[in-house]
Nanobody, 128 residues
């Protein structure tokens, strides 16, 4: 079992920045795929970014150039640095993990059903 605990959400004005963290004790697996998803009210949960045990990264087109996914293996922590935030980035953000498999597809080709473990979510609100 993998426990995921997100933190770092909040409210920010357009153009602002936030850094999300996810304590992800996934390192019992040799290979794994970690992801950030988000879900806005009335919308499907969508993949934002992925990173795997080999360090391979994928971003959704909507966040490319603004968001950065990273992981600190020593701290068992996954991060999402979000810059130049827009109102359309407002959503509940979730970290997710799948153990035993690398991220073999672009993030846009994953659905929530592809990931075995989920955090509880952290709210990000971008508003003036």
């Amino acid at each position: 079992q993998v426990q995921l605990v997100e933190s770092g959400g909040g409210s920010v004005q357009p153009g602002g920045s936030l850094r999300l963290s996810c304590a992800a004790a996934v390192y019992t697996y040799v290979t794994y795929c970690l992801a950030w998803f988000r879900q806005a009210p009335g919308k499907e949960r969508e993949g934002v970014a992925t990173i795997d045990s080999d360090g391979r990264i994928s971003y959704a087109d909507s966040v490319k150039g603004r968001f950065t996914i990273s992981k600190d293996n020593a701290k068992n922590t996954l991060y999402l640095e979000m810059n130049s935030l827009k109102p359309e980035d407002t959503a509940m953000y979730y970290c997710a993990a799948r153990g035993g498999l690398r991220c073999s597809r672009p993030v846009g080709e994953y659905t929530k059903n592809d990931f075995h473990f989920w955090g509880q979510g952290t709210q990000v609100t971008v508003s003036s």
